[in-house]
């Protein structure tokens, strides 16, 4: 497989957008997953120094997640959640992003007691962000989890039962391949492929979701690619700065060569 291979790193939220990008492309990137939040939020000024940059780099976007919770019973941290979301899915669509990633919101001290209802909090959400999307003629995904008690969506039966409940054509997957590791569960994700559209990259040693440089963890990458061989859309390295994440690049290169 010849996969775009894009970069990410929240290492680079205090750069201007155009800096940032520039930044990205000189390093040999074919592309960035634009973090909709901080100096690189996708406000009017934003959207339009991306759409200029849209044509010499690839774009995808990750909704924000500082503050955000889709799970919330909460109505105002919902509704403000839900805001936020819906203003990276319509700026994701005027620059003419792949996608949007979108976490599925978690438990807090009081939902812990009721994870069924946030469950469905966030079922609600991610209908009603997926119908948003569809108004705006693009894609979103949820992502798959670090092993971490109070987040939702870590194991494939949670992902595909999810997907399946929203029931969105438009609802797509990412696979993110370190938190997966976390979880012990890359293997029980790649039982199904096809499922995936979009894969986040980066490595760990099980124990903690660190973004490690590739080679520098324990995952067995040589293995999990291969089984991503069929797999044709983009892959971001989510890494801690650029020095690694060109490294982890070439690692990516020298696999599917």
């Known amino acids: 497989m010849e996969n775009p291979i894009y970069?990410?790193?929240?290492n680079m939220l205090e750069l201007k957008p155009e800096e940032m990008v520039r930044q990205v492309e000189d390093h040999g990137f074919d592309g960035v997953e634009?973090?909709?939040?901080?100096?690189?939020?996708?406000?009017?000024?934003?959207?339009?120094?991306?759409?200029?940059?849209?044509n010499d780099m690839s774009l995808s976007?990750?909704?924000?997640?500082?503050?955000?919770?889709?799970?919330?019973?909460?109505d105002e941290v919902w509704e403000e959640s839900i805001r936020k979301t819906k203003k990276a899915i319509i700026g994701a669509s005027k620059i003419n992003a792949d996608i949007t990633t979108i976490h599925p919101g978690h438990?807090?001290?009081?939902?812990?007691?009721?994870?069924?209802r946030a469950w469905r909090r966030s079922i609600r959400s991610f209908r009603r962000l997926s119908d948003i999307a569809l108004e705006h003629n693009t894609n979103i995904a949820i992502e798959n989890m670090p092993k971490?008690?109070?987040?939702?969506?870590?194991?494939?039966?949670?992902?595909?039962?999810?997907?399946?409940?929203?029931?969105?054509?438009?609802?797509?997957?990412t696979f993110d391949?370190?938190?997966?590791?976390?979880?012990?569960?890359?293997?029980?994700?790649?039982?199904?492929?096809?499922?995936i559209h979009h894969v986040h990259i980066h490595d760990n040693k099980g124990d903690y979701d660190s973004h490690l440089e590739i080679g520098d963890g324990?995952?067995?990458?040589?293995?999990?690619?291969?089984?991503?061989?069929?797999?044709?859309?983009?892959?971001?390295?989510?890494?801690?700065?650029?020095?690694?994440?060109?490294?982890?690049?070439?690692?990516?290169?020298?696999?599917?060569?």
């Not at 971490?148 to 997957?173: A, D, Q, W, Y």
């Not at 370190?178 to 492929?193: C, M, R, S, V, Y």
Request: proline share 4%; glycine share 8%.
């Open 148 to 173: 971490m008690e109070h987040l939702f969506c870590k194991h494939p039966s949670e992902i595909e039962g999810f997907i399946e409940t929203v029931g969105r054509p438009n609802l797509k997957f």
């Open 7 to 10: 970069f990410a790193s929240f």
């Open 218 to 257: 324990n995952i067995d990458f040589q293995k999990t690619l291969r089984k991503l061989s069929k797999f044709n859309g983009p892959i971001v390295i989510e890494g801690r700065n650029l020095e690694e994440g060109e490294k982890s690049k070439q690692k990516i290169m020298d696999i599917n060569s």
């Open 34 to 54: 634009i973090l909709a939040d901080g100096n690189h939020k996708l406000d009017q000024e934003n959207v339009g120094v991306f759409q200029e940059i849209r």
């Open 177 to 195: 391949i370190g938190h997966a590791n976390t979880n012990d569960n890359i293997q029980g994700f790649l039982e199904k492929p096809e499922n």
């Open 107 to 116: 438990l807090t001290s009081v939902t812990t007691h009721f994870p069924d």
């Open 61 to 74: 976007v990750h909704a924000p997640f500082e503050g955000v919770n889709l799970a919330s019973l909460n």
